[in-house]
């Protein structure tokens, strides 16, 4: 296979993510075709909505960077560096962030990973 695409319609059903946060909606949508590919990538939708108690936030063990498509992205990490994030605005997340993410309202954003697809 040469490409893959999906239609906008994807970002009106992005799956809940399970196990997860009550407030956190996350799909893989794209993916390297080999599972034995020594770099793997994958793209996923990603969709937040505003929850008042957040879950404690996960340690990344790979790369990953984003686009904010949809509402505001509000990022903090270990260190206390944070930035809010309107549609357009891209982040990249280094391996072995502690990383939190929020919202005022909710947020959708397109996300690429350094890591195997669950396809």
């Not at 498509?69 to 982040?91: R, V, Y």
Request: aromatic share 12%; net charge negative; proline share 8%.
């Amino acid at each position: 296979m040469v490409f893959e695409w999906k239609d906008e319609g994807k970002l009106h059903r992005v799956p809940k993510l399970e196990p997860g946060p009550p407030n956190v909606y996350f799909g893989d949508m794209f993916t390297t075709a080999s599972k034995d590919a020594p770099n793997p990538l994958t793209g996923s939708f990603f969709l937040l909505e505003k929850v008042d108690n957040r879950d404690p936030a996960p340690k990344y063990d790979y790369d990953e960077s984003g686009v904010v498509l949809k509402g505001e992205l509000h990022i903090e990490d270990e260190e206390g560096n944070s930035a809010k994030l309107l549609p357009g605005d891209t982040f990249f997340v280094h391996r072995g962030s502690t990383i939190i993410f929020s919202t005022p309202r909710y947020a959708v954003a397109y996300k690429v990973a350094a890591r195997q697809g669950h396809l």
